[in-house]
T-cell receptor
Framework: DSGVTQTPKHLITATGQRVTLRCSPRSGDLSVYWYQQSLDQGLQFLIQYYNGEERAKGNILERFSAQQFPDLHSELNLSSLELGDSALYFC?????????????FGSGTQLSVL | GQQLNQSPQSMFIQEGEDVSMNCTSSSIFNTWLWYKQEPGEGPVLLIALYKAGELTSNGRLTAQFGITRKDSFLNISASIPSDVGIYFCAGPTSGTYKYIFGTGTRLKVLA
């Protein structure tokens, strides 16, 4: 158990809908990272937050947004969902006091858009 | 943008055999992280490397930070069935907190 908690584990929804994925980092970690993994693909970096502020951004679609709350949990919001958004979404956390720290991953949310 | 290419893409080996895989980049990395992912699960950190030439072991796993800083290697000795999974290299790009992942090496072990 990495200590990173993601909910829900599975999510099934329809095209055009909006969903929210939640992540609680390990105790003491200040940063969360979001990744998307499509079927049989690698992990694509979406966005990183540190202590409530956005710190790094990848190829995140405009339909997607994220935030990190004062209690350090984070939410990834996906809107106007398309079939191609079906994927595993992972959250990772680190203390993020320096670049190169280890990232610890949650078990992911499997999103299916029908 | 920066990419991490891993080879081989997949490998089928017999139980007991040693395994070697590598990860290469067109640009320099200052940190290499190796992860293993099993189906439906999140990546689990295996080994972290921070210095060029560094050799680090974790049980039957040994990883090396390439001298050029543009590559890294992972070896698994005496493979067992539970080694099955996808192995990813990863690292932060250009001193940022944007960690990218390699294309992965899918390992299957035949008992």
């Amino acid at each position: 158990d990495s200590g990173v908690t993601q909910t829900p584990k599975h999510l099934i929804t329809a095209t055009g809908q909006r969903v929210t994925l939640r992540c609680s980092p390990r105790s003491g970690d200040l940063s969360v990272y979001w990744y998307q993994q499509s079927l049989d693909q690698g992990l694509q970096f979406l966005i990183q937050y540190y202590n409530g502020e956005e710190r790094a951004k990848g190829n995140i679609l405009e339909r997607f947004s994220a935030q990190q709350f004062p209690d350090l949990h984070s939410e990834l919001n996906l809107s106007s969902l398309e079939l191609g958004d079906s994927a595993l979404y992972f959250c990772a956390s680190s203390v993020a006091t320096y670049v190169g720290e280890k990232l610890f991953f949650g078990s992911g949310t499997q999103l299916s858009v029908l | 943008g920066q990419q991490l290419n891993q080879s081989p893409q997949s490998m089928f080996i017999q139980e007991g055999e040693d395994v070697s895989m590598n990860c290469t980049s067109s640009s320099i990395f200052n940190t290499w992280l190796w992860y293993k992912q099993e189906p439906g699960e999140g990546p689990v950190l295996l080994i972290a490397l921070y210095k060029a030439g560094e050799l680090t072991s974790n049980g039957r796993l040994t990883a090396q930070f390439g001298i050029t800083r543009k590559d890294s290697f992972l070896n698994i000795s005496a493979s067992i069935p539970s080694d099955v999974g996808i192995y990813f290299c990863a690292g932060p790009t250009s001193g940022t907190y944007k960690y990218i992942f390699g294309t992965g090496t899918r390992l299957k072990v035949l008992a």
